[in-house]
């Protein structure tokens, strides 16, 4: 079923080069509204099951440690079709094949550091969201 919620991470290479707030401009100027918000850093363990079904990958250790490198900001977002829309504004994984005038086309220097997280379903939406906000922080 269609939420019309999607969740992002602001990742610590976006945090630690000052591109918050230009990063949560676009994402409302997007017609994102914010349902949950919150600043926080991962430990290596909460890293390891957030990005688990990566776990085979060979960038799997390198994405741990870059992923716990800093802190990153943890959001819920809404919209009409908000995971498809959300992977638009934010464009390709990989920031040398995003399009001009997405999020990672403007912030993101690497596959690796790529500026923001977006779900990929809507039912990946909802695990990713309740990894880090409980029912009742969702506004
Ligand atoms: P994200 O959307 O957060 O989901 C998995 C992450 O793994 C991805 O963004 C990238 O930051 C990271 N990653 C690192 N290397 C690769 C790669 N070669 N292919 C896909 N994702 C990668």
């Known amino acids: 079923m269609a939420t019309n919620r999607t969740f992002t991470m602001i990742k610590p290479d976006a ?4 591109h918050i707030g230009a990063i949560l401009n676009d994402i409302i100027a997007g017609g994102f509204k ?22 085979e990958r060979p960038f799997y250790g390198d994405l741990v440690k870059f992923m716990t490198s800093g802190p990153i900001v943890a959001a819920i977002l809404e919209k009409d079709n908000a ?39 809507d039912e990946n939406a909802e695990i990713e969201g309740s990894f880090f906000f409980s029912q009742l922080e969702r506004f």
């Open 15 to 18: 945090v630690s080069n000052g």
């Open 34 to 55: 914010i349902v949950a918000m919150k600043y926080t850093r991962l430990s290596e363990e909460g890293a390891g099951n957030f990005y688990a079904v990566h776990k």
């Open 83 to 121: 995971v498809e829309d959300f992977r638009t504004l934010i464009g390709a994984t990989d920031p040398a094949k995003a399009d001009e005038g997405t999020i990672r086309n403007k912030y993101a220097k690497s596959i690796e550091a790529n500026a923001v997280h977006g779900s990929d379903s």
